[in-house]
Every structure is written in C-alpha cells, then in structure tokens.
C-alpha cells in the first residue's frame, strides 16, 4: 500500500494506481471527460489536472489519470491555480464543441458561461479523446476507427476513410464510450445507425427466431461467432430466449 495526501486527507491505496483512481474510490470528486475504466488512461481533454507535491518536495502539475501514486505524495485537485486552468480548458472545449450539453454542463458547474474564443464548426461534438478508437481497439478487439491527419485536420476515420469498412462490426461499444455524445447509435427497423463525427454507416440485424425481436448486428454475431469457434445456428435465438 501506498500513503498519500488528498486535499488533507490521509490515504491509504494499492501501488500501480493512479491519483484519479485513488481520489474516485475515496470521494473525492476531481473533473474528467476522457477517463475510462476500461480502456488504457489516456490524458486527453486535461480537465483531471491537479497540483502534487512529491516527498522529496518537487511541486508541479500533473495529469490525475495518467500519474501513479506513489509514497508521501500530497495532491491538492481544487487550487485557485487549477480552477483558473480548468476555466481556461473548458472555454477551448466550448469553442471546439459548442453544442456539446456534456461539456456546456460541465462549464457552468465550473462558472464559465461563455467562450472567449471563436466559436468552431463542424466538429460535432467529438474532442478527439480517441475514447471511441481506444475501446474498439483494446476492448472489442476490431480497431476499426482510428485518429488521423494532425493539428486542425485531426478527426476521427474509418481505415482508408470508407463509411462500409470491413473491420466495422457495429457493436456500438464506440457510442457508448464517447462522453460528448459525438457518437450515437440508432436501432430502427431491422438497421443499426451509427453516426461518427465524419461518418455513418448501418448495418443489418438479427432477427431473433422465437420472439422476432431485432438484437444484435448480423456482422457483430459472426464475428463473435468467429473469435469463439461456436456455429452460426447457436446465435438463431436472442439472449433472452435462450434462458
């Protein structure tokens, strides 16, 4: 175990953690829009940033969810230092994302109203924190989106820019994990929309043959099927008519 300070109080926690894993299982509230459990820490939108003081008494920022604890360090997560920061952060993500009702929320928690900047188009709602690419790479297994070009050409793609690439099963984990709602995911009539900032494509589903209920992308069921050596015919009934 692991002896830290947290805005003064004194907290035991398991070595290999980071300071925003640390501050979430003790309470303490410490803002984030890119962090995701199940995806590797990432460091993306920096609203985590949070002033530390190491034992040997080096004081600096650091990013919270990618920075490890580590013995005798003290943290402080709300400074007039790291809210005038945060503040600053988040009038850029407003003018990135000015639609975006996630961070617009988040803003006015922390006492912006409006961006001094100029406001931007196009972006819809993505703050390309790769949380989508990420999970399709290291949770599904696919990587079948990806970040690409560099500076204010960077945006999320399909490989080689195609709306019906082949790598895409339409598992939707990619919606699930994006935080601004950048990415959305639509059932209707036997189709699966799903809407990337740049891209849509849909895909067919199944058709469950007991209730005739639609549950899952057709291409998503083979692929399962695939990856786990089961036949195609076991899939002929939806989840909750196997049990």
């Known amino acids: 175990m692991v002896n830290i300070t947290i805005n003064g109080r004194q907290i035991k926690t398991e070595e290999g953690k980071t300071l925003l894993d640390a501050a979430r299982k003790n309470n303490i509230y410490i803002p984030t829009l890119c962090a995701n459990e199940e995806v590797s820490p990432y460091g993306a939108c920096r609203l985590c940033l ?16 990618i920075y490890l604890v580590e013995e005798g360090l003290t943290v402080q997560t709300d400074t007039d230092r790291i809210k005038k920061i945060r503040k600053m952060l988040l009038e ?21 109203e409006k961006t001094r900047f ?6 819809n709602k993505c703050i390309l924190c790769a949380n989508c690419s990420r999970t399709c790479e290291e949770v599904v297994g696919v990587a079948a989106i990806s970040l690409a070009q560099r500076g204010v050409e960077r945006e999320i793609v399909t490989p080689f820019n195609e709306d019906f690439a082949d790598a895409c099963i339409g598992c939707g984990s990619c919606a699930y994990s994006c935080p601004t709602g950048a990415i959305t995911m639509t059932d209707v009539k036997g189709k699966r929309i799903i809407k990337w900032p740049h891209n849509t494509m849909d895909f067919k589903l199944k058709k469950c043959s007991v209730c005739g209920q639609y549950w899952a992308p057709e291409k998503q069921i083979k692929y399962i099927a695939k990856k786990s050596g089961t036949p195609l015919s076991d899939y002929d009934k939806c989840p909750d008519c196997r049990d």
Not at 50 to 65: D, F, N, P, Q, W
């Open 50 to 65: 949070v002033e530390i003081k190491t034992a040997k008494g080096r004081e600096r920022l650091v990013t919270s969810c």
């Open 92 to 112: 850029l993500l407003l003018a990135r994302c000015p639609d975006s009702e996630e961070i617009q929320k988040m803003a006015k928690e922390a006492g912006v």
């Open 118 to 123: 100029v406001e931007q188009e196009g972006n």
